[in-house]
């Protein structure tokens, strides 16, 4: 099992894309936001 881990912050921009490009290389995603002003999570 490949399990993707990252840590966010105002990535709203960026995150779709970013786990896009990656889901079909691994089997979990966990995404840990540490207080996005943004619509981030």
Request: net charge negative; glycine share 4%; proline share 0%.
């Amino acid at each position: 099992m490949i399990s993707l881990c990252m840590i966010v912050r105002d990535e709203e921009a960026n995150l779709g894309l970013c786990l896009e490009s990656v889901r079909a290389l691994v089997d979990e995603m966990i995404i840990v936001d540490t207080g996005s002003k943004d619509s981030t999570v």
